[in-house]
């Protein structure tokens, strides 16, 4: 296996809780860290989640995105797997490590994400990012990915990289502890590191 040289690593449901919190602010009862409470059928149809939620008829994708303002993204509280961040600059130096994020085309989410990541991550990584929901460009032997989105990973793969799945109540490893499975995850790759500490 060739040495993992690079690291990306996902923004939204990754280092931070987006999904929920977003859910939180409009209105669902749900802590932004509570994910046993979303429904896990809804599965990564975010305005599905909402109307079950809130009991209210679902609405169109549009409608739903603008009530995403740019407060709501850059106030999303860190995740409980931004340790992933210290561990990835540990393993592969902190000039191998990029964020990589989807957006969508709302202006306050790309200004939301930016600011987010200004107040949120250390400064050698505030120009170290990817703005695309093409993270499977990025892929190449040597890189590796960790995303919460199932198609993410299998396309990553598919192109020549690596991806850890991190489990959430919307994909395939809904059933699994994150950390413990994030801990071992990385831990099948150790030995092909290009660890520069």
Known sequence: MRKIERIAIDLDDTLNSLTLHILNRLGCGVGPFEYDKFPKECGYDIIAAWSKLTGREQVDVAMFWEWVTRKMWESAPTSHQFWLLEHA??????????????????????????????NNLPKWLHRQYSVTPRKSWLAQPGVLLIDDCDMNVNEFQTRGGKAILVPRPWNTLQDEHTNSWLAESLGQF????????
Request: with cysteine; charged share 20%.
């Open 89 to 118: 600059a540990n393993l592969v130096g902190e000039e191998n490590v990029l964020i990589a994020t989807s957006p969508t085309k709302s202006a306050d989410c790309h200004y939301g994400k930016y600011q987010w990541m200004e």
């Open 190 to 197: 150790e030995y092909v590191f290009g660890a520069t500490k």
